[in-house]
């Protein structure tokens, strides 16, 4: 079992910045890849941004430029920064990790990230 931690979101202003974590714990396991996700109201869970334990990334057109993803493999936590805002970025943001060999990912309980002047 691993138990899946965010945190760091809140209110931010168009144009601003935010940064996400999200720490995973429990025993014996090891990370291949750990992602975060969005979900607006009335939409679907979308992929923001993944990366692997080697260091690949692969980012939603949408936030290229804009956000990037990063790994501490000796704490298994990752980290979103989110640069330059916009409202239509505002979403409950998941983490979702992806230990190796399991067959099974794990999902966070979210974080809400609102953009608005």
């Known amino acids: 079992q691993v138990q899946v931690v965010e945190s760091g979101g809140g209110l931010v202003q168009p144009g601003g910045s935010l940064r996400l974590s999200c720490a995973a714990s429990?025993?014996?396991?090891?990370?291949?890849?750990m992602g975060w996700y969005r979900q607006a109201p009335g939409k679907q869970r979308d992929l923001v941004a993944i990366?692997?334990?080697?260091?690949?990334?692969n980012y939603a057109d949408s936030v290229k430029g804009r956000f990037t993803i990063s790994l501490d493999n000796a704490k298994n936590t990752v980290y979103l920064q989110m640069n330059s805002l916009k409202p239509e970025d505002t979403a409950v943001y998941y983490c979702n990790v992806l230990p190796v060999g399991v067959g099974i990912s794990y999902w966070g309980q979210g974080t809400q990230v609102t953009v608005s002047s």
């Open positions: 990366i692997t334990n080697g260091g690949g990334t």
């Open positions: 429990g025993s014996e396991f090891s990370i291949y890849a």
